[in-house]
Nanobody, 120 residues
């Protein structure tokens, strides 16, 4: 069992930055693929970024967002730069042992989400 707790969301103006954190419980954190997804009102949850030994990004955030992990601290981060109003969503952290890292079905554990709001 893995418990995930996100933090770092908030309100920011367009062009600004935020860093999301996801703290994980459990002693096998390093063996999990970690992902960030987001869900805007009325839309489906969508892939944002993932990290295994490599990093993966949605085209919409490539070059602006950076995913990283600290296995010693059981934490994964999402640095979000040059934020746009269309980045507004609830952001979710997820953990899984999967090759399907860009799909929600590839993950077994989810956090509760943190709201990110970007004003124009």
């Amino acid at each position: 069992q893995v418990r995930l707790v996100e933090s770092g969301g908030g309100f920011v103006q367009a062009g600004g930055s935020l860093r999301l954190s996801c703290a994980a419980s459990g002693r096998t954190f390093s063996s999990y693929a970690m992902g960030w997804f987001r869900q805007a009102p009325g839309k489906e949850r969508e892939f944002v970024a993932a990290i295994t030994g490599n990093t993966y990004y949605a085209d919409s955030v490539k070059g602006r967002f950076i995913i990283s992990r600290d296995n010693a601290e059981n934490t994964v981060y999402l640095q979000m730069n040059s934020l746009k109003p269309e980045d507004t969503a609830v952001y979710y952290c997820a953990a899984g042992r999967t090759a399907w890292i860009k799909t929600t079905t590839g993950y077994n554990y989810w956090g509760q989400g943190t709201q990110v709001t970007v004003s124009s």
